[in-house]
């Protein structure tokens, strides 16, 4: 006697008939499912763009130049250097130069990581920069 048959197996066109209510079944329960947004989307993604990038990093040559030019960043001239990083961020600045008190520093606002400190007249050139906040 056949297994196919005897009903112990189904057929490959029986299988695959199955398979493909399934599969159809799966798609129409997940588009009749409550739409999202491109809003919704978009603001989920800026909101885990915050969380990321919440804390400046200092790349080891900032922290070197600080080192260097006995730069000691006080709370408040810190939370002036994320906020001027925020706002070129805002205005869709890649590589920034922020401006806090009589300190320079230029920012990779998408890494958000400081890459280097001046604090004197010495090194009034700055580069490769796309904007500027001063904070």
């Excluded at 130069?97 to 001046?118: H, S």
């Amino acid at each position: 006697m056949n297994l196919i048959q005897s009903k112990l197996y189904s057929s490959i066109e029986q299988m695959t008939g199955q398979l493909l209510k399934e599969q159809t079944k799966k798609a129409d329960s997940s588009a009749n499912s409550s739409p999202v947004s491109f809003a919704d989307v978009l603001k989920t993604k800026e909101s885990d763009l915050v969380i990321a990038n919440s804390s400046l990093r200092f790349s080891k040559h900032a922290n070197q130049r600080l080192s260097d030019r006995n730069i000691d960043l006080s709370k408040e001239q810190m939370q002036r250097l994320e906020n001027g990083t925020s706002k070129a961020r805002e205005k869709g600045i890649n590589e920034s130069l922020v401006m806090v008190d009589d300190l320079a520093f230029i920012v990779n606002v998408k890494n958000n990581t400081v890459i280097t400190a001046v604090n004197d007249g010495n090194d009034g050139v700055f580069t490769n920069i796309d904007g500027a906040v001063i904070s």
